[in-house]
């Protein structure tokens, strides 16, 4: 199968990139014809399409305020995207495409393009863009859902979008326009990550005849054998591993790390937080700052528990699900996706979002309880089922198969018009 993987970047971002990046390693060692499509980056890894990539842009929190007015908007419906992608179209014809998030940098504009040359389109709901005008469901510490129902308006009351009204407002008016076009119309299939995302996109009005539940694949990676560990790493430590923002629970870490004491709390990752969290100055905090995956496997195989705090819907919860494949207990907050990984007294604990005494007082249990080791091994043996790699494909070129029938079934002219996609 030709398959072109399409997403607003082609360099290792974060979750997003990590599921496109392993969904074309497999596809394409699994003898499928895969290219790809994002936007022009000089930290793009190589890709035999990145020729027609479409033009750089930066949204990015801490781009320069002129460059990203002079290209609001192309943020809202990018030609130049469009036309890359019909050029793109003139050498590459796929059997199917597969959106991960084009976001702002490619914007809906891209599927014109593929429509017009028939082409499938399959879509993963890494965030809620298509109905909330901030795509996260979240505002200022928050779970928000004020915008349901297209009232795009509270997100410039809320300046929900990069904490800028202005911002905001853009994404309101990007919101309405997209809904009045019918931007993602032509969507034959959606994946929604976990049960949890499925569920929520229904009552947004998603079509569930369009819907699959396909959760992540999931690989670690090796570990560097202890020659990149941190010196001076503790003996025994609870690790949290993440952006060090407030979405993923960050100002709850020192409750968490009073809670433990004198236990250590490894912190890896980097983000708008950090120095934030080197104020609190508690001395069995150790930041380590953002490590490579092969560093990062290692510290995880050392640690006797991993946190998982986050105060937004997780979709899926790639590190939780990498923690429970290394066997290692895990408490997460009872949020989004998370649940349905880690399962109280059986996979880890969880505790209330947003409750750092709580989630303290579960790490603290998770430090000293027997029971804890098998919570890991059982963890291991649900994320091997749920996120084994083969089943991922298989359900992934399922539902590719799926989205190409309900394409041709479109094109069929029957007594009443045309057959339902």
Partial sequence: MRVLLVNAFHWLKGGVERTYFDESRWLTAAGHDVAHFATADAR???SPTAAWF????????GAPL??????LPHAMWSAPAADAMAALLTQFRPDVAHLHAPSRYLTPSILAPLERAGVPVVMTLHDFKPWCTNRLLYAHGEICERCRGGHHWHAVQTGCV?????KSAIGAVEA???DHWRAYASVRRWVAPSQWVYDKALTFGADPAR???LSHGVELASADGGAGLPPNLPARYALFAGRLAVEKGVQLLPAIARAIAPEALVVCGDGPLAGWLD???LPNIRRVGRVNDATLAAIRARASVVLAPSTFVEHFGYSVAEALLDAKPVVAARIGALPELVEHEVTGLLATPGNGEELGAMAKRALTDPAATSWGLAGRERVKRVGDPAVHLAGLLAVYDEAVAATSASRTPTRRGRAPA
């Fill in 44 to 46: 793009n890894e190589p």
């Fill in 54 to 61: 479409a033009p750089h842009a930066d949204f990015g929190e």
């Fill in 66 to 71: 002129l460059a990203q007015l002079g290209a």
């Fill in 162 to 166: 990069q904490g800028s009204r202005l």
């Fill in 176 to 178: 309405y326009l997209h």
């Fill in 211 to 213: 819907m699959r539940v």
């Fill in 279 to 281: 104020a609190q100055a």
